[in-house]
RNA sequence: GCCCAGGUGGUGGAAUUGGUAGACACGUUGGACUUAAAAUCCAAUGGCCAUUGCAUGGCCGUGCGGGUUCAAGUCCCGCCCUGGGUACCA
């Protein structure tokens, strides 16, 4: 009797989802471990293969952290607001709420189909009120906050209106928008609408007139996350830049903590660098030109204040505000022109023509403050608005942008670093030696640098500073599937609702479109306003708003009167382990932590980190199939005939003249392949213009396919779902399977050729527990060392393994512990038990029916892991491999308690030795116990 | 361009601390069972070479070129290639 999966699995999905086997709670005598897996997006097509793969990881995990004693907690929701479901409700007018119902439920259909241990009484949605009440609740509270950079903290606003009332804004040191200095006198004169207005300028969560990335096939603003090289990356649209009133968040705020975040929490390298990058930390100064035969003064951001000297130009961006102002009448209208082709110039041709030099002169000139030198003044577009303050001091000569300026537009090129040849390129390393300097000559780089802030602090021209590329994160959409703002307007200033009034729910429209006059869908809500008839905002809240405290929710997710308990948050903590991919690096993971640490520094969150540890599972790429057409015919040839001539018989039959007619590759589905060998029948029933295709097949009547390692996609034909396999192979086989490709981080081809392997596996493990007939075969014989030696050296290896989450060799230990035992043929229940124990976090189906079969209830969830033990893998002796000058030659078996002058007598007189000393005296003999002999001759 | 990760059989991969390279599995080949197929089981399987009684031995071999070491897939230097991030960030 073969083991029967499809009635087994089924069988222990429908029992622990009826005894509720995995619904946890808070519990102080067991110590808390938090795995959690990316919240999915429940899209229309499924999942296919490499959706579960981060999924079954983390229930390993989270089945052998509860065998190892620990409290689970384990949830899984959905992310359910997005793009997609609108898109398809503008398509076809079906309510987004109807898709991303019927969505979720095919998802979970699929989960429940692999048997993960979720405690699915704690799943959340984003679209729904009871959740979303707290992402509003959250929001508001940002924007009746500010950040303390005394402090490096958010504060509630109150705090901030009573230092207005008292000093005006001379001594509050922010993180804020560009605003002017004013006095409490000023403030306390000024109407509330004034008022208002200012506050805006500090709070955590604000309203602005921002330059934002605006995708009009989408009618939405995106984030710079949702954007890359001037595409959104939901879609691929191209997307302009344009100035409008946003909601943003102030991001910003918390740069430097972010940064330092990172030095505390386990994840991996290139995922922290990423961070980094995208934080963009840089350290210089802000130093003040004048402008000549002008008032004003142009602010310029430098991480290299000690090439002051060599600043031969300035450049302003176009959009800077003084380009307006310093331009001369005679270089007007070229300046004008310029402005203007360089602010209409979508994101994407600007990316473009980077290469291309373009810039023109104002006809202005600014003063050096140090060397009182007179510098022209250009306006170009490689100078960004965003950054800095959107003007720059060039210095051709150590910066290889304004090298190729100055080049282009015939500017002087001043040396100020020695060290590099500037007649052929800038020199723009941070060493060498001041020259050319003033008082900075002779200094290296990095004392000049502190040099030149001192003086120029002095002088009080300018200070050192540190700029972030980092940027606010715009969190206004444009469109109908997300979460409402609880904001509404009064005499057109923004208030936040009351908390009582939470949650704001999503209203009905009669369509997701934009109103003739360009307003969000919202907009056509009726009675979109509050009780006393004040408008309510009509954008709605980005993807990353329901996501970025989802993990607080798990906590205590059916709590009505908080976001989460006291005691909840007390508890849980932080996530232990969280996996999921890499795409998520600058949006989620970025706003999650922003999220937290503000909720932080409010007292409602107990960790600074909502991540402890995280791991990036790699992509699953699909393997596609390729087929070889003759050119210009519907004959198909065999990749194992390409490189051979046609027959006559084969010529006449294509149709084609020569013998090596030119092929033209075709995706063939990957279904339809078996071992890369097609069939030929189905490929004719697979498309109508196939239906009558002819094949040249090899020698043994086969056509063998290509192959080409690529991105699983429908339009290559090479997606896998895995409810055929299971259907096939069982859901324990899936999971191991998907285990055994390969290490969790890396990416990899699928290959279901493989998967047979691991269902073998499976039945062969069964097997170890039946008779020939079927019948549970367990013994209570006392196991030989033989037997135990096995099962514990698998303990140890497996333990190891899933520490540290490398469960692809797991896998392996497992296959080479089933070889040796079904070699003893070994039926003893001390050997049997705790293996099906330690195998459930991997195949928990058969474990269950194993652990069931064997006489124990209630589930082997809660079993206990086996313990390993150290005297049953102990060897006496050990086979050395014998190396002569590092190269292995024989081995010798050796008691392992033997002193080193007896191995090597022992060494010296094997047989086998004779031949490579020839009678020679060893140099010297390197013994390292259990592990090599080396003799050196 | 810059930053990060990685290159091991026909394929996925193993080798955790410098110590027997290729575990485990797929594929391939041969064999057993079967009327046949499927399933199952057994054996071989990095390349080259030599002798041959099923066996024995030699040389080469972890992207390429150097180096350190008794010993290098692993450490150091230089280069090539692949994947990812980022892109005038001053």
Redesign the pocket.
Known sequence: M?YNFREIEKKWQNYWLEKKSFKVGIDHQKPKYYVLDMFPYPSGAGLHVGHPLGYIASDIFSRYKRLKGYNVLHPMGYDAYGLPAEQYAIQTGQHPAITTERNIKRYREQLDQIGFSYDWDREVRTCDPVYYKWTQWTFIQLFHSWFNNHLQAAEPINTLIEEFEKNGNTKVNAACGEIDKFTAENWNSWDEKQQQETLMYYRLAYLSDTWVNWCPELGTVLA??EV??GYSVRGGHPVVRKLMKQWSLRVTAYAERLLQGLEEVDW???LK??QR??I?K?E?ASVNFKVSHHEEEIE?????PDTLFGATFM?L?PEHEMVEKITKPEHREKVDEYVKMAKNRS?RE??A??????GEFTGAYAINPLSNEEIPIWV????????????????PAH????Y?FANHFNIPIREVVSGGDISRGSYDAKEGTLINSGFLNGMDVSKAIKATIDKIEELGVGYGTV?F?LRDAIFSRQRYWGEPFPIYYKDGIPYALSEDKLPLELPEVESFLPTETGEPPLARAKNWETEEGYPLETNTMPGFAGSSGYYLRYMDPRNDKEYFSKEAIEYWRDVDLYIGG??H??GHLMYARFWNKFLYDLGYVVEEEPFKKLVNQ?MIQGRSNIVYRLKGTNTFISKNRLDTDLTDEEMKKAGVSERRPEVIPMHADVNIVD???LDTAAFRNWRQDLAEAQFILDD?GKYVCGYE?EKMSKSLYNVVNPDDLIANFGADTLRMYEM????LT????W?T?????????I??FW?LYHDNNGNLNVTEEEPTKEEFKVLHKTIQ?VE??IE?L?F??A???F??C??EL??LKCTKRAILEPLAVLISPYAPHIAEELWHKLGHRPSVAYAEFPEFKKEYVIENT????V?F???????LELPLDMPKEEIEKAVLEAP?AQ?WIEGKTPK?I?I?PK??I?V?V
């Open positions: 073969e710079n996350d890359k090289e991996s390298e290139s660098e990423i990058n995208w963009g840089s210089g310029v951001f430098t991480t290299r450049v961006a994101e600007r990316m023509e980077v290469k291309k030099i373009t170009a577009d490689y100078v960004l608005a965003g950054y800095g303050t959107g003007a720059i001091m060039a210095v910066d290889s942008r304004d190729a700029n590329r890499i795409e690096a600058t790699g071992n890369d060998v043994e390692i055994f490709l390969g290490p890396d990416s990899k081809p290959d050729k493989g998967i047979e392997g691991v269902y073998r596996f039945r062969k097997r290896k190891d393994d540290r490398s692809n060799t896998v392996s230990a296959m080479i089933a070889n079904s070699d050990f086979n050395y491999p190396s000058n590092g190269k292995k030659r024989f081995e086998e031949k010297k390197i390292v592990r090599i080396n050196v």
